[in-house]
């Protein structure tokens, strides 16, 4: 009989351990003594995070000093440009493993020639730029022949609260790798750089130099943000910044994509929502970006947008601030379908926006090796695209571009906007004939395959 | 046989499933006992966080931005300086704790609340040796900190500072109590040998901006008020790991006392005194080492070398017991001190007086 309920009693411990195994699966884990470690979840994720080094050349400017014009005549050059080799260091992510793509941020391998990237186990690899933005300061990478990488997971940084724990893994000062833990101090910071685009996870976990481009992790090893910047000269004071994985993720999909950053432009231009400002809209919340302008012809036009209307979220997430609405749009790409949550008259509602490309910065060469040389900007009204400058002996200026020519068609098919040309130009197999207006006349110009 | 089967079965079957019920029981019953209370040896299928305590806290710390206006002789015209800060609203009424060189000296100081409303404060008080100081808004709907009178705190501790660190905007920082009871941070003053506050030592980075700002447990509850101009004073470059925080029982009672009277008021005795086991008597107290020739204990006929174990009816175990009774005793009140001279013993009677009175 004791055997029996011995025996009995086996699928029920089977059952119970069934479910302490689903919670072990949890990465907060303890060890044999109860007490909490982040070790397993670290030996998972850490191979992911690798370091990286760099060498380059940087050419530096220096005017002339007047005596060298006395000395040589007024034929003397101005400038003196010396190119000085560099080193640096720094830290980057494994997000693809098969395909060997590593994150890393812009200014890590700004300028660099030779990029090598070393594991956690110690092996190495050369690695090319597949794209990088100077704005947000990301860089995706390649690393040449991969094999028997480890990738990160990736998690959704938009769901990161004040207050949750992270791990910074990164290599510090080149000491090697190095984990360090805090708490997310703040979200949505930003406004440092004005030509920036920045929507920092604020932590105080310690982040010091050669950190840069390393991972931010949560509890589970999730990857929730790209290390990027400190504030204070000598070192961590507890202030560390990193780009949201999210953000990240949309960048990194537009340089696989086109091979670049395509900016979504929404078309308008305002600032923070202030306390007198929402009493004077009589708005009974405080944050949120608010709109003074909408840019005649942009996506926030086109969608109905208002001056006047307070942005206070992008596809259901909140926005504090103007900043944080630049960076969130500015980062998801042109082409993308957004919903924005609008106040208008102290009434809520949603608008549907198709993000446009950032127009003014089109640059031809991206589109077409024969346009290189030339800049582009839409033209009023989807009437063409206006050739708003041509380098003169440019490959499209011996082409025949000139400036303020608009280009209004591409073998017969009509040109409205830079993004449409974009478009045509990159589906169109062969010789291509461009419908350029120039003055009142019209002619074709034939760009060689 | 098929009846002798059938007791088997039975026997097999009825445990068995016995057994499945109370599988099933506890596999139901398991998820809803590990949510009641803390169980540290199995994991929470939520990862740990503290957003729950910034939740309840943070909403009651509050930006200070102060204005001073200054003209010299030969000023054209007047300058203007800025100082930032942080503050911990305390009541519904709205008084607010913050640090004392946040507001001293200062012509304007204005509070930003975390929703975004911006207002004129008042001064209230301000206590210089434990570098607080009190303000108040008028202002409705006020989000007050958790605060627990019976709050312990241990070193181990987590906790979250909670301020504007370089006008950022709101930030918070996660570490341990490091060490209780730093003395000797605050300005020294008369009066016994140490200074008069018992800080917490923590390694939660704090910058400035935060001072004034709140130290809370993980609970969200008030530990301290944090003061970041404590931590030049033990080094002059900046350091990393070590800041301090006013403690919540004191910086209550500071508060309790500039609410009523405006000022804080402390007793003064006049001795130095240093920490003594007197080996002939074998108990603890303090070895006079210097006192004030006009001072309540000099009257009171206290000599260089007497060792004093008992004030007030309290044995004495440390300098900062004995600051602290002596501080608390409101002037003019008169404290039993019990020593011994040699291995004399002997007692008199001190008639406290006001410090800063006569000094």
Excluded at chain 2, 14 to 39: C, W
Excluded at chain 2, 175 to 203: N, V
Excluded at chain 2, 282 to 311: C, H, K, M, T, W
Excluded at chain 2, 345 to 357: H, T
Aim: glycine share 12%.
């Amino acid at each position: 009989m004791s055997k029996l309920k011995s025996l009995f009693l086996i699928p029920c411990f089977i059952l119970l351990s069934s479910v302490s195994v689903a919670q072990a699966q949890i990465p907060l884990a303890t060890n044999s003594d109860g007490v909490p470690t982040l070790a397993p979840m670290l030996e998972e994720v850490t191979p992911a995070v690798v370091n990286i080094s760099v060498e380059g050349k940087r050419v530096t400017r220096q005017r002339m000093p007047e005596a060298f014009r006395f000395f040589f005549g007024p034929n003397a050059p101005q400038e003196e440009t010396r190119e000085q080799p560099f080193r640096g260091l720094g830290s980057g992510v494994i997000i693809d493993a098969e395909a060997g793509y590593v994150v890393t941020n812009n200014h890590v391998i700004d300028d660099a020639t030779d990029i090598t990237v070393t594991l956690k186990d110690g092996r190495q690899f050369s690695a090319r730029v597949l794209g990088r933005d100077e704005q947000t300061d990301v860089a995706l990478l390649k690393i040449d022949n991969p094999r028997d990488l480890t990738a990160i997971q990736i998690g959704n940084s938009d769901a990161m609260r004040v207050g949750d724990f992270v791990v910074a893994i990164g290599n510090p000062f080149g000491l090697g790798q190095t984990v360090t833990s805090g708490i997310v101090s703040a979200l949505g910071r930003g406004g440092f750089g004005p030509e920036r685009l920045e929507n920092f996870i604020q932590t105080d976990a310690a982040i010091n130099s050669g950190n840069s481009g390393g991972a931010l992790v949560d509890l589970r090893g999730n990857l929730i943000g790209i290390n990027t910047a400190i504030l204070g000269r000598g070192g961590n004071i507890g202030i560390g910044f990193a780009i949201p994985a999210n953000m990240m993720k949309n960048l990194v999909d537009q340089i696989l994509e086109f091979g670049e950053v395509r900016r979504g432009v929404l078309g308008v231009r305002g600032g923070n929502l202030t306390q007198e400002l929402a009493d004077a809209l009589d708005i009974s919340r405080t944050r949120g970006a608010w709109v003074s302008e909408v840019l005649a012809d942009g996506a926030a036009e086109r969608a109905g947008i208002q001056a006047g209307d307070v942005i206070v979220s992008v596809d259901g997430n909140d926005i504090q601030s103007f900043t944080e609405l630049a960076a969130t749009v500015g980062t998801m790409g042109a082409g993308r379908k957004v919903t924005l949550g609008v106040i208008r008259d102290g009434e809520a509602m949603n608008i549907d926006v198709e993000l446009l490309e950032r127009e003014a910065e089109a640059a031809a060469a991206t589109m077409h090796a024969a346009l290189q040389g030339a800049q582009l900007s839409a033209e009023g009204n989807n009437q063409g695209v206006r050739i708003t400058s041509v380098d003169e002996g440019s490959p499209a200026h011996r082409l025949g571009l000139r400036a303020d020519d608009i280009i209004i068609g591409v073998n017969r098919q009509r040109v409205s906007s830079v993004s449409e040309l974009r478009r045509l130009l990159d589906n169109t197999q062969g010789v291509v004939a461009m419908h350029v207006r120039r003055g009142q006349s019209t002619l074709y110009l034939v760009l060689p395959n | 046989m098929k009846k002798a089967s059938h007791p088997l079965i039975q026997l097999i079957i009825k445990p068995a499933l016995m057994g499945l019920l109370v599988a099933a029981t506890v596999i139901g019953v398991l998820p809803f006992v590990s949510s009641l209370g803390p169980q540290p040896h199995v994991a929470d299928p939520q990862p740990a966080s503290y957003a729950q305590a910034v939740n309840r806290a943070s909403p009651a710390v509050v930006n200070i931005y102060t204005e001073s206006i200054r003209q010299g002789p030969f000023d054209p015209r007047p300058r203007s300086s800025l100082r930032l800060g942080s503050g911990v609203i305390m009541d519904s009424r709205g008084f607010i704790l913050t640090a004392d060189h946040v507001v001293s000296g200062v012509d304007e100081i204005r509070v930003a609340l975390q929703d975004g409303r911006l207002m004129g404060a008042q001064l209230v008080g301000s206590d210089r040796l434990t570098d607080l100081a009190v303000l108040r808004i008028d202002a409705d709907n006020l989000p007050v900190i958790p605060q627990n009178n019976d709050i312990q705190t241990r070193v181990g501790d987590v906790v979250l500072a909670i301020g504007n660190p370089y006008n950022l905007g709101q930030t918070v920082t996660q570490g341990i109590i490091s060490a209780t009871g730093r003395a000797g941070l605050a300005e020294r003053t008369g009066g016994l040998s140490s200074g008069y506050s018992d800080f917490l030592q923590m390694d939660a980075a704090i910058n400035e901006g935060n001072s004034g700002g709140a130290l809370v447990n993980s609970r969200g509850e008030l530990v301290g008020i944090n003061n970041v101009s404590f931590q030049s004073q033990i080094a002059n470059r900046a350091t990393t790991g070590i800041y301090f925080a006013v403690p919540y029982r004191l910086a209550r009672r500071i508060m309790q006392q500039i609410i009523s009277d405006g000022v804080v008021v402390r007793g003064y005795i006049g001795i130095t005194a240093e920490q003594h086991y007197n080996t002939n008597q074998d108990i603890r107290g303090l070895l006079i080492s210097a006192v004030d020739p006009q001072g309540p204990a000099a009257n009171a006929g206290i000599q260089v070398g007497d060792f004093i174990y008992e004030i007030g009816g309290e044995p004495i175990q440390s300098v900062n017991q004995g600051l602290d009774i002596v501080a608390e005793t409101r002037p003019g009140e008169v404290l039993d001190v019990l020593f011994y001279r040699d291995v004399r013993p002997m007692q008199a009677r001190v008639r406290i007086s006001r410090l800063g009175d006569n000094q």
